[in-house]
């Protein structure tokens, strides 16, 4: 078959049956990602949009279209009459057109790639800004300086699309942005701050979210567009290398993603990778969150960076890195429990090789402190402190302490799968409404006073020193008093 022929046996029939009539074009990712390799970005479900001409009441024709095909319809923005449709297998969009052409529609898009269009009534191919050469050239293209200043949030979207488009499945070619784009982000960076913070962040999430994204967010920060929404990132660029690091800070900083995509990853468990791919923390991916506190784990360098008899001290830069992730995640409204792995990851990123010498092995009881306190944190901050290490190579650290540090972190994985199969085996002896009384009657304030002497039971009964509900009400008790007159 033809490719309009492959593309309208693809749209459901209840869309074709009532748009077959009408000025309807197909437009937008679906047809990028057919022509890029006949499968779409997202695996979660097919995607439509649909620009439609002519129409007296575009909502009464969505509605119908919702109704035909038992699906929900909802109104995106009733100014700019667009419409969802959202089905069981496929979401389609469907909105009046922006240009008195299917042409002019279509050149007022973000990229070229985005910019091809098919019509359902005579299945042509619409391509006014050569969005096919450019797909089969693999190169990311706007279409114009002045569609980017229009929506500025589409010079976050070139990034996020030359990260995805690389990885698309079956298509390894690296995707490229055109120089001219990269220019006219680099004129037009300041323009990022008249859009909405969780609509950047959005588009930060699905770039980090990519299987390779390093050379796109090598771009993002050459074009300065990275330092707009994140200013902390320019005190970075004043640490050079030093005895430890062979990279300056900031170069250091992007490297973790390179480690972690390139060379952490392949070295993963199974068990370990899948545990990545299958988590998500208010829907942001792992994958993206553990990119993310790869380039935040230095963040407060600068702020505590000494220099003594040539020696490069940055004491508390982790602490301190913790608090200014904190604030970052406020201001870009990052989900709190997001914000609040992240910053774990920083506050902790080098407690992997801290809590014993690598010469040794540390002890059961500091290693399941070590766990307790970072629980769903722990998979997530081997990978950065792995990667860390790998971008870490300066001429006082040996291949020898590389290795030892590897091995140091495969250890401290196998041995948190024994303390988690432990934790279901010996479940807590003081839960639920016991331990709400035991609160009360210890007269403990709910601060994380509770969670340290919980931790602490938790060793006493490990340790066999406390085995029965009523002797850890006690304990608790006892324990509780003490603390409120310490």
């Known amino acids: 078959m033809e490719a309009g022929e492959v593309l309208f046996s693809l749209i459901p029939e209840a869309i074709k049956s009532k748009l077959i ?24 479900k097919t995607d439509f949009d649909f620009v439609i001409f002519n129409e007296i009441s575009l909502e009464e024709l969505v509605r119908e279209i919702s109704d035909a095909s038992d699906s929900s319809f909802v109104e995106l923005d009733a100014e700019s009459q667009t419409y969802r449709v959202i089905n069981e297998n496929w979401q389609a969009d469907f909105a009046a057109p922006k240009g008195k052409t299917i042409t002019e529609d279509l050149q007022a898009r973000d990229f070229t790639v985005n910019s091809i269009g098919f019509s359902l009534a005579n299945l042509d191919i619409i391509d006014p800004m050569s969005g096919l050469q450019d797909l089969q050239n693999g190169i990311l293209r706007a279409n114009h300086k002045d569609n980017l200043k229009d929506d500025p949030l589409r010079m976050l979207r070139a990034y996020r699309f030359c990260a995805q488009l690389k990885t698309h499945k079956n298509f390894s070619r690296s995707f490229i942005l055109c120089p001219e784009t990269q220019k006219w982000i680099q004129e037009q960076k300041s323009l990022i701050h008249s ?16 299987l390779s994204c390093f050379e796109a967010l090598q771009l993002f920060l050459e074009s300065g567009l990275w330092e707009e929404i994140f200013p902390e990132f320019t005190e970075l660029r004043k640490v050079p290398e030093n005895d430890f690091h062979h990279l300056p800070l900031i170069e250091h900083t ?3 993603i390179n480690q ?6 392949p070295k993963l468990t199974p ?19 553990i990119k993310m506190g790869c380039l935040l784990h230095d963040i407060a360098k600068p702020a505590t960076w000494i220099i003594v008899a040539n020696k490069h001290t940055f004491h508390g830069h982790d602490a301190q890195g913790a608090e200014i992730t904190d604030k970052i ?6 989900p709190k429990a997001v914000t609040q792995c992240l910053h774990n990851l920083v506050q902790y990123h080098l407690r992997p090789f801290h809590i014993a010498p690598l010469e040794n092995e540390p002890t059961d009881k500091a290693e399941r402190r070590f766990f307790r306190k970072l629980e769903n944190s722990f998979y997530p901050l081997i990978a950065l402190a792995w990667a860390d290490l790998l971008s870490t190579r300066g001429p006082m650290i040996s291949q020898e302490a590389i290795e030892m540090s590897e091995k140091r972190l495969l250890k401290l994985c196998e041995n948190y799968q024994i303390f988690c199969k432990q934790e279901e085996q010996e479940p807590l002896l003081l839960k639920g409404a016991l331990l709400e009384q035991a609160i009360q009657e210890s007269g403990l304030p709910k601060t994380k006073l509770i969670k340290e002497l919980l931790s602490e039971l938790r060793e006493l009964q490990l340790g066999k020193v406390i085995s029965s509900p009523e002797e850890a009400y006690a304990w608790f008790i006892k324990k509780g008093r003490e603390t409120i007159k310490g």
Not at 271 to 289: D, G, K, V, W
Request: charged share 25%; glycine share 4%; net charge negative.
């Open 21 to 44: 009539t009408r000025q309807a074009f197909l437009v937008g990712g679906f047809l990028r990602d057919y022509f890029l390799c006949a499968e779409p970005l997202s695996a979660e």
């Open 260 to 265: 972690y995509e390139n060379f952490v990853k």
């Open 195 to 210: 859009v909405a913070p969780e609509r950047i962040s959005y588009e930060i999430w699905q770039t980090l979210s990519s």
């Open 254 to 256: 992007f490297e973790l």
């Open 271 to 289: 068990e370990y990778l899948r545990f990545i791919e299958e988590n998500h923390m208010s829907r942001i991916p792992l994958e993206a969150i």
């Open 329 to 334: 995640g406020k201001r870009l409204l990052w």
